[in-house]
Nanobody, 116 residues
Framework: QVQLVESGGGLVQAGGSLRLSCAAS????????MGWFRQAPGKEREFVAA????????YYADSVKGRFTISKVNAKNTVYLQMNSLKPEDTAVYYC?????????WGKGTLVTVSS
């Protein structure tokens, strides 16, 4: 069982930056592939970024490529999402995800609001 707790959300002006953190419980964090997803009001949850268990491979949605960076620090059981050049359309609840084999866990989310 893995428990995920997101933090770092808030209100920021367009063009600003935020760093989201996702702290994970459990001793097997280093073996999990991690991801960030987001859900805007009235829309379905969508993929934002992912990183494999070792941290060597990263993947991004086209809408955030070049602006967001995902990283994973296994020693801290934490995954980060650095978000730069934020746009109003980035406004959403951001969810952390942990996956390994058939195991799939979600955090409760953190709200990011970008004002124009």
């Amino acid at each position: 069982q893995v428990q995920l707790v997101e933090s770092g959300g808030g209100l920021v002006q367009a063009g600003g930056s935020l760093r989201l953190s996702c702290a994970a419980s459990g001793r097997t964090f280093s073996s999990y592939n991690m991801g960030w997803f987001r859900q805007a009001p009235g829309k379905e949850r969508e993929f934002v970024a992912a990183i494999n268990w070792s941290g060597q491979n990263t993947y991004y949605a086209d809408s955030v490529k070049g602006r967001f960076t995902i990283s994973k620090v296994n020693a801290k059981n934490t995954v980060y999402l650095q978000m730069n050049s934020l746009k109003p359309e980035d406004t959403a609840v951001y969810y952390c995800n942990a996956r390994r084999s058939i195991n799939n866990y979600w955090g409760k989310g953190t709200l990011v609001t970008v004002s124009s």
